[in-house]
């Protein structure tokens, strides 16, 4: 069941990158409406997978990410909505394809251990997923404005220039998804500090729990994740938008990235509670 909405997203990067290379009005409305098909079968697939297990699937790394992308597909579809650009999802799409197949290829829905059972923890999951989505949107956001940006400083405005959003608008784009994310990912690791201090408490903790410490790649990694986007607050405050802004979330959402999905993987000994 994965699988679908895999093909949907696919068959909608498809649409999109008609509508952006052609500049074909009646792609760019179907590859809308493929990708809102396509988060509808995502929340479906969820659903159902939710129901048969007891919970919600995001106790193994590959069920967080896959929840990851329908939050990623839908946020993008409202910046769609509310801005009227289309020209985004071609940058968006291989992005949710990419994440969605590893959904596919590890499909089986893990159990949830009891100490995972703490609404705490459902609150830093769903804060981090949704942190994670709005910073994904700002780094396709800042990677099109350096692009956009380099074409306008040569001197050869065509490709981009005559597809993308103004930088002005670009930025401005950038400027609330960073924001709104900081604010998701700042209760995300707050949450999560309350939760791993009650998990913590009493005298069989679980070996995972034990190891949630600044020593954990994965802990390190969402702290260095935090500091850039909040030094990406504060230098936007002191005037430093723009291209500036965009490479930070450019870099910011690369650690973001290679922390949830390569040390979520491989090389964290606290974040994947799979039972």
């Not at 509310?82 to 959904?103: D, H, K, M, N, S």
């Not at 999951?125 to 956009?148: E, I, K, P, R």
């Not at 924001?179 to 990912?185: N, Q, R």
């Amino acid at each position: 069941m994965n699988a679908i909405p895999l093909i949907l997203y696919l068959s909608a990067g498809i649409l999109y990158a008609v509508h952006f290379t052609t500049r074909n009005a009646l792609a760019g409305r179907t590859g809308t409406a493929v990708l809102t098909l396509g988060v509808v079968a995502h929340a479906f697939v969820t659903g159902m997978q939710t129901q048969a297990a007891g919970h919600v699937p995001i106790a193994g790394v590959a069920q967080a990410i896959s929840v990851f992308v329908g939050l990623l597909a839908l946020a993008y579809l409202y910046m769609e909505m509310t801005t009227g650009e289309r020209a985004l999802g071609v940058f968006i799409t291989p992005l949710l394809v990419a994440l969605q197949l590893l959904r596919v290829v590890s499909s089986v829905v893990e159990k949830r251990v009891p100490i995972l059972e703490s609404p705490w923890f459902g609150v830093h999951v769903a804060s981090l997923l949704f942190a994670y989505a709005c910073l994904a949107l700002a780094f396709v956001v800042g990677l099109t404005y350096v692009l956009l940006f380099k074409e306008i400083k040569a001197k050869h405005l065509g490709y981009f220039y005559a597809r993308l959003p103004s930088l002005e608008s670009l930025d401005l784009m950038n400027a609330r998804t960073v924001a709104l994310g900081w604010v998701c990912l700042t209760i995300g690791v707050i949450v999560g500090v309350i939760w791993t201090l009650q998990a913590k408490q009493g005298p069989n903790v679980d070996p995972r729990v034990q190891a949630i410490t600044l020593a954990d790649p994965k802990i390190l990694g969402a702290v260095v994740s935090w500091a850039i986007y909040t030094f990406a607050l504060y230098a936007r405050k002191r005037g430093a938008g723009g291209k500036r802004a965009a490479y930070i979330s450019v870099v910011g959402f690369a650690i973001v990235l290679f922390n949830f999905v390569p040390i979520g993987y491989f090389l964290t000994r606290s974040h994947n509670f799979g039972g």
